[in-house]
Every structure is written in C-alpha cells, then in structure tokens.
C-alpha cells in the first residue's frame, strides 16, 4: 500500500489538551474541506504529497522515535488524515504491540473511513466546521462520528470575527446530545491572510454560553505557533 506524504517529524503538540506533549507527526495531502482559516494549505493538494509505501513510512516513523526517546505517540494529520484511513490502520497495527499509541487529527466528517480506525485509535482531535468559515454544513456527519467516537475524543473549535452565535449554539448541542462531559477547547483563530480574529470578549461570552451545557471547556490558543515551532 502506499500513502501520499508531506512530511514526518518530531515535534511538540500544539494544539488542544495535549499542547505541550512530543510527538511524532505524518502529515498526509489531500482534503475534503476548504476552510479560509486553514493553515497548511499546502497539504490541501493531494498531488503535493510524496508517494511513500506502508513500510518507508514505517521506517521514518521508527527514526524520528529513536531520535527523540520521549515520545510514544504519533500523530497523524494533514489535511484530512481519515482520507487516509487504510494506511493510518497499517501503521498503527505495526506500533501498537510496541507501546506506541496513536492520535489523529480529523475534520469529523468521514465517518465511512474513520469507522475502519476507530477502534484501534487511541486520541482523537476532532473539529466541528462551522458553515461561516468551511463553505458548508456538517452537522449530521459530526454527529455520528463523534457518536462513534466519544470515549477517546475532544472536540475543537476555531473561532474567528465571522463565527456566528447561532451556528456555535448547534454545535453545543450535538456536543450535548452525544456526552456533556466530551472536552470542548475553543481556538481563537491564529491570523494568517485575511483572517479577522474574534474579540477577547467575544470568545469569553462564547465560553460561558457553552459552559452553560458543557462540563469541561477550555480556550486554548494554537501554541506551536506563538512560539514559532512547526
Ligand atoms: S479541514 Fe483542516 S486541512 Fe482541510 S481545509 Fe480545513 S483546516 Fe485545512
């Protein structure tokens, strides 16, 4: 089997409740969506991405652990890693006797693939797309894939100046309607091109609104990027 890459390497997790935590990253090409915050459009393209089989992506794995003996997680992400569900079933069958778990860094919304991984997944970071910046509505596809997902998943949220009250209320709801204790992290936008970010008020009056049908919400920034780490 072979896979289209962009990269792999070691770095820190940047984003959500795991900020912070080493990890190997395989950044797959290729993605569904066309949101304007996007910030590896690069990895949008398919045709971007180098044609790797499972087992050269396997061995760069296995060198980046040996590099940095402290991480055993690897991450995969993108664009949209789901697209990738077969090969991503390859790696983490080949690591997992060894320890080593697996995350992913998924839209939620392919939920005929995701079902190919989700058992054998360990950490999901799951996006809600919200129709004011992803062109479209997602509401039944999110549903069901965090219905499938729930015991292993946080759920993020990009807020910007366009995020719309009504739109971040649905997806509470389907927060909600699944588990009220699923962790919620909102991220005000990082600015890139012409991406207006959301006030700092704005976002807290966001946070109290879910907090009001939430148990865990969280506002977390992108931190990889403050601190100019890839
Ligand atoms: S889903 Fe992710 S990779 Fe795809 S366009 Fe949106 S932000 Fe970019």
Not at 91 to 98: E, G, L, M, T, V
Request: one cysteine or more.
């Amino acid at each position: 089997m072979t896979g289209r890459i962009l990269e792999i390497f070691s770095s820190i997790q940047g984003e959500g409740i795991y900020a912070g935590t080493p990890m190997v990253f395989v950044r797959f090409t290729g993605c569904n969506l066309n949101c304007d915050y996007c910030d590896t459009p690069e990895s949008q393209k398919l045709e971007k991405g180098n044609i790797l089989t499972t087992e050269e992506i396997i061995s760069k794995i296995e060198q980046e652990l040996s590099l940095s003996k402290k991480t055993s997680i690897i991450s995969f992400t993108g664009g949209e890693p789901v697209l990738h569900a077969e090969i991503i079933s390859d790696i983490i069958h080949n690591f997992k006797s060894k320890g080593i778990k697996s995350y992913i860094d998924t839209n939620g919304t392919l939920c005929e693939n995701f079902s190919k991984i989700v058992d054998i997944i360990d950490y999901v970071a799951m996006d809600i797309k919200l129709p004011s910046s992803c062109e479209a509505e997602f509401w039944r596809e999110h549903l069901e894939f965090l219905k499938m997902s729930k015991n292993k998943t946080f759920i993020k949220i990009v807020l910007t100046a366009k995020t719309a009250y009504n739109e971040f209320r649905k997806a509470i709801e389907i927060i909600e309607q699944v588990d009220s204790s699923i962790p919620l992290v909102l991220q005000p936008v990082t600015v890139i091109r012409n991406i207006e970010p959301m006030p700092f008020d704005v976002v807290r009056a966001f946070r109290k609104l879910a907090e009001e049908k939430l148990a865990n919400v969280s506002i977390i920034p992108q931190t990889h990027k403050k601190k100019g780490i890839r």
